[in-house]
């Protein structure tokens, strides 16, 4: 095993978590080293298929899934740029209620920060990714003005509108993280229907098109097909390194004085737990016995409405254009989940896809219609649960000899009534804007994965502190999806952005007053 | 208040998501440079003939052809497979297995391969493979609707990402192939 020179940083896994704390923590003159075990893929060389971006979850990252388990989750990003290549950049901020759901409604945690401590680092991380938006929907919390204009609504988003409006529901321009308009020295839109697999134009922002350039340039150095196998602890109990394997199967030790993980909800705990030793036999920082529990995902079921006459221009977009947050907060004394409608156009195979239950004729007959649907999808908030959870697999290992995660994730009956409530919406503005006939897809994942490592002020219920720190070992983070305590009903990257940027300054303070080994 | 779903309800939603199960292992490559590859050498890669048939039997009523419109055949489905199970060895005892699935029941059922049977014969067996009651002891060892689901989506992207169906979905084509300079 070859050791590496000590560097002060090394974060594990180069999503929107991981390359927000290497370019804050380069910039602040901090060495940093990023172990990405996916490849570089630079947006000239983003294929021309809709398909691709699914594939890179492919045989590369296996996991296993107890029977039971809702619809598996297909939603890795194992890449430079994680999940945020072929996100649909819808940048919702959590309404402020969502912090304090037991407080409110008696489900779930309170989370240990809230509206006050999150709405700053919501701000830098719009003005960072460049965010196209309207201000003033009355069912957010209140909020100054987007850096950019939203992007004007697209021919099936002006039917939505129209539905919307008969029903008294505010069909409002969704927040994208998109440039409406030259940005940041990227280009404005060019509406290709290409994001679910990739910006070709770079137009979209994603971990790979804002933070990655930025920390390579002010010195982080990214290690791409490199898989950490280990966080491996001193005689104190305190991260020393992290042991990877590359492209060849050759094994390194990066020795670091602080180690960052971010390797989305089901990777992070996985290492977690892959990193267990004598003092921490279940699991390193996992003395909650929390490590990879309450994993959230948000139920989704996408609703389709046939119109009448072909949508012929303006149509294809992937990216969410307008959404309906009339219900993303439940009122006292409702059942507590909120959920949105959000627009979306997928490319025909995605189509064909979401409709899995579809073939032959009836296939036929639905995918003649393409080009007069309009979908709305409708996704839930779920609650955390001890029960959803990731563990690692006793028998499976991968092609390293690692035990691959199994997942038992599943979505309970009030999940899947509230998902109906909002099909059921959904299908209500798909009718009035006109729908001759409505579809509801099987239910889905969206990938949104969230919880197994959450903050928290007691290190018995929780396995980070509110600065994403683990309470077992001061110099080891994890600034993922994980750190969330519950997951609220909306598009959660911009909230990881918010906490990582905000998890980065404390980081850095907390290195500059020597807080972390020498 | 909304009301709680029942029993029933629940357990068809579970079923029909069910399906999907370890299905993230199974997604494949890129199909435009699989299409590429497979012009060049179009021999098979890793099904025997005999299966090759079969799978692409399956393939031709999961999206028929008609006079009027092509379908997996045309976009050759069974082809894009062959090369996916070459290139993704946790698929190949899915499609190995589910092609003696296919043709042990057909077999049980009316004496013949699957390949040989009527196209409504091929259609009642499939929809009994989609929903887990599909007879036979080659599905003991391959759960049946992981195979029709991963069936189905590798026909899906075999055909609906093909521009020759486009004519027929409206679609223009993504980025690349609609915008000729980047092509």
Redesign the interface.
Known sequence: MAKLDRVDVCVVGAGPGGTTTAMKCAQAGMKVVVLEAGPLRYPVKY??????A??W???E?????D????????N?GRCIGGSTIHWTQVCLRFHESHFRMKSIHGVGEDWPIGWKEIAPYYDQVEKLWGVAGLSGNPSQSPRGPYPMPPHPFTTPSKILKRGADKLGWNFHPAPIGTNSVAYDGRPPC?Y???CL?GC?TGAKASALSVMYPRAVKAGALFRTGCFATRVNLDPKGRAKSVSYLDETGALFEQEARLVVISCNSIESPRLLLLSANPLFPDGLANSSGLVGKNLMRHPIQVNIGIVPG?ITENW?SASTHGVILDFHVAKKG??PGGHVLEHISY???T???VM??L???A??EH??H??NMVMLYAMVEDFPLKTNRVTLDPKVKDARGLPVAHIRS??T??D???L??GSDRAKQVLKAAGARSTFSA????TGHLLGTCRMGNNPKTSVLNPFCQTHDVKNLFVVDGSNFVTGASVNPTLTIGAIATRSSDYLIDQAKQGAFPA | ?????TRR??VE??L??????????????????TRAAIAADPGLKFLTPEEAVTIAAACA????SSPA?PGATEAGAAGVIDFVCAN????RPLYRGGAAGLNETAKALHQKAFAKITPAEQ?AI?ASV?VGKAAGKAWKQIPSPVFF?VL??H???AY??NPL??K?????G??????KR?G
């Open positions: 294929d021309e298929n809709e398909f691709f699914f594939a979850d492919s045989a990252v296996p996991a296993t899934y029977p039971e388990t809702t619809a598996p989750t297909i890795r060019e290709c229907n290409n697999s070709p072909e294809h409702e059942y490319g025909p195979f189509q064909s896809l899995s239950h073939w032959g004729n296939l036929r995918m003649h393409y080009r599943v979505y009956k009030e899947l009534a509230l109906m409530k099987p239910i889905g994942d | 208040m909304i009301q709680a779903i309800q629940f939603t579970t029909r998501t069910a399906a999907l199960s370890a299905a993230a292992l199974y997604l494949g490559p890129n199909l435009i440079r009523r999961i999206i028929p419109e993704t060895p946790p698929l259609d499939l989609q689901f189905q989506l026909t899906k992207s609906y990402t169906s486009f027929f979905t409206g679609y223009p993504i980025y690349h192939q609609s915008h980047h």
